[in-house]
């Protein structure tokens, strides 16, 4: 029986909001260990330039981070097929700019896979 998660192609997305906290970097790199661990637990390749970090952007909308942005700009060109992300409060804590993010990738036939629901 093969994996049906096999070959697909997952980008990361991690983001802390507040750049003034002393533990970001730390709290950034466990958001990326852990879904690089997910991603290995499904069979899904992840090339490294599709780890994507950001520290800060607390009220700003997804679009307008410059992460996010290159994010999107890829998914476009179809370089992967799923995002991971630690959490949805990570991505943006307005539902709205979730909804939009969530939205643009779709679009480019994109999923978010969420690890955790916190």
Known sequence: MTNTNE????????????????????ALDLQVTLCQERAESQSYTIDAQHIYREIGGVLTAPDKREQFAALTTAAKRHEFDLVLVYSFGFLSSKQNHIQQATTALRQHGVVIEVLSDV
Request: charged share 30%; net charge positive; hydrophobic share 35%.
């Open 7 to 26: 070959k697909r192609r997952a980008a990361i997305y991690a983001r802390i909001p507040f750049p003034h906290d002393p533990s970001a970097q730390e």
